[in-house]
């Protein structure tokens, strides 16, 4: 990553630069109408960076989102600890191949160890391989099945 680029985990007070990241999203995955069309409010969002299971990390460029991380924490039941799943991950195409995403993981990584978190796990979808190499070169693979259960009518 270029030194003047910054990552920072998000705080109670960056609701806008939040709402910033779900632009950036929106355009990385190419996916406007769930990232943009119903945003919840600021209140929301600082409620969202408040909380004890939810980790946001930007890469900015000067005021600009230029990549960015969310990720939920889950306390596990079977045991004492808690583990985190990246849910979203991104960088702007102009900023790619910097080494940005990997400093958004590293930063998670670091937050991680101070929250005593056990594990940090994501999934990738198959066919996109510069996720898969960047997960690879990060942890350790599974493979696993997906699957999305709606809620009753």
Same mark, same amino acid.
């Given at each position: 990553?270029?030194?003047?680029?910054?990552v920072?985990l998000l705080?109670?007070?960056?609701?806008?630069?939040?709402?910033?990241?779900?632009?950036?999203?929106a355009?990385a995955?190419?996916?406007?109408?769930h990232?943009?069309?119903?945003?919840?409010?600021? #209140?929301y =969002?600082t /409620?969202? !960076?408040v909380?004890?299971?939810?980790l946001?990390?930007?890469a900015?460029?000067?005021? *600009?989102?230029?990549?960015?991380?969310?990720?939920y924490?889950?306390?596990?039941?079977?045991?004492?600890?808690?583990?985190?799943?990246?849910?979203?991950?991104?960088?702007?195409?102009a900023?790619?191949?910097r080494?940005?995403a #990997?400093? =958004?993981? /590293?930063? !998670?990584?670091?937050?991680?160890?101070?929250?005593?978190?056990?594990?940090?796990?994501? *999934?990738?979808?198959?066919?996109?391989?510069?996720?898969?190499?960047?997960?690879t070169?990060?942890g350790?693979r599974?493979?696993?099945?997906?699957?999305?259960i709606?809620?009753m009518?």
């Amino acid at each position: 990553m270029t030194s003047d680029l910054r990552v920072d985990l998000l705080t109670s007070t960056q609701a806008s630069v939040l709402r910033q990241m779900l632009g950036m999203f929106a355009a990385a995955f190419e996916d406007a109408e769930h990232y943009l069309s119903n945003q919840p409010d600021d #209140t929301y =969002l600082t /409620n969202l !960076l408040v909380s004890d299971t939810f980790l946001a990390v930007a890469a900015m460029d000067g005021d *600009q989102v230029i990549g960015g991380l969310a990720a939920y924490i889950l306390p596990k039941f079977e045991q004492a600890r808690r583990e985190c799943y990246i849910y979203d991950l991104a960088v702007d195409e102009a900023y790619r191949r910097r080494g940005i995403a #990997t400093a =958004l993981i /590293n930063t !998670l990584q670091r937050v991680a160890s101070e929250r005593g978190i056990y594990v940090i796990f994501v *999934q990738a979808d198959y066919g996109d391989d510069p996720a898969v190499a960047l997960y690879t070169s990060l942890g350790t693979r599974e493979d696993v099945m997906h699957f999305d259960i709606l809620p009753m009518p």
